[in-house]
């Protein structure tokens, strides 16, 4: 199976890079990634959703095609993503209240307070979006929000996540964080078939 549109993926620098990626990749995301490449960790990352709380609204940041919200058993969401193109095809699946195209990088267009938890796979990845965008996504988080995230071992530790959330954590901004291992492929046989997930958890304080 080639490789080339998930190494595209990990590669890319920034948001210019994420949408052009993405507004190429939409129309063939679901049935030539996520299908083709046996992608499971959205499923794995909804399961551990909703078995820690399930609090709702959520917002499903980096939500793309909606791969995640297949999973999460009808409890109310929003998409929040940067593609217009993928949010086209997400939305197309009903199964989000509302789409939103924004930036993870910049404020984003939300008010205070306003998800009872945040969810999210693939997007605190390789080339993707670093810790920077948690204070942001804390401000239009409600009090004791479920936050459910997933990343890549290697990727906590080389985009300083384990900093950035021991210092939310000691400033009494979150709760003492509980951390999950996943498959992210299953059943398929290509150069990251064996990649395990990391799914960081905790609630705002």
Do not use: N
């Amino acid at each position: 199976m080639p490789d080339t549109d998930l190494e595209t993926a990990y590669a890319i620098d920034g948001p210019e890079g994420a949408r052009k990626l993405y507004a190429d990749w939409a129309a063939t995301y679901d049935d030539g990634f996520g299908t083709a490449y046996g992608y499971v960790a959205p499923r794995e990352v909804a399961r551990i959703y909703r078995a820690l709380g399930a609090d709702a609204p959520v917002l499903d940041v980096g939500a793309g095609t909606g791969l995640v919200a297949a999973h999460l058993g009808g409890l109310v969401a929003d998409a929040l993503d940067i593609s217009p193109e993928m949010l086209t095809v997400a939305a197309g699946k009903g199964l989000y209240r509302a789409t939103v195209e924004a930036d993870l990088t910049r404020v984003l267009p939300l008010p205070d307070g306003a998800y009872g938890g945040v969810i999210s796979a693939g997007t605190f990845t390789h080339g993707h979006v670093g810790p920077e965008a948690l204070p942001e996504l804390l401000r239009v988080a409600a009090r004791d929000a479920l936050f459910v995230c997933g990343t890549k071992p290697d990727v906590f530790d080389q985009m300083g996540f384990g900093s950035a959330l021991a210092g939310l954590q000691a400033s009494g901004r979150i709760t003492p964080l509980r951390f999950f291992d996943i498959p992210i492929y299953e059943g398929a046989d290509h150069p990251h078939a064996a990649d395990r997930g990391l799914v960081m958890t905790f609630r705002k304080t």
